[in-house]
């Protein structure tokens, strides 16, 4: 049997990319959430993980104090999508039950 190939990313190259609960993680350290994610992914792939964080924040963290977010290629320009840069991934996250409290915060990111 043959499998379709991946979607194009949006270079026009087929996308071969791990599965994408490879690529996000989140914990806490006090009342300090963290969420990291890659921007190689949509926000559709993404946003599960996201709701999913940030519910798991509220309930372990009810004084949640703050949320950082970090992001992989966070530029259009370097391979993400608008939606996906940090500081838009950071507005969606802080509008989720459970992140609406970190949303005193700014967000942070990395390139590689």
Request: aromatic share 12%; proline share 12%; net charge negative.
């Amino acid at each position: 049997p043959h499998s379709l190939p991946p979607p194009p990313s949006p270079s026009g190259s087929p996308r071969r990319l791990p599965a994408v609960a490879n690529s996000v993680y989140w914990h806490t350290t006090g009342n300090v959430g963290f969420f990291g994610y890659s921007g190689a992914y949509t926000w559709k792939e993404v946003e599960p993980f996201a709701a999913e964080a940030c519910e798991w924040f509220g309930v372990q963290v009810p004084q949640l104090a703050v949320v950082y977010v970090q992001g992989h290629w966070h530029a259009p320009s370097m391979g993400c999508a608008a939606d996906m840069t940090v500081p838009a991934v950071w507005e969606k996250m802080v509008a989720m039950p459970g992140c609406a409290a970190g949303g005193d915060t700014s967000s942070s990111s990395s390139s590689s």
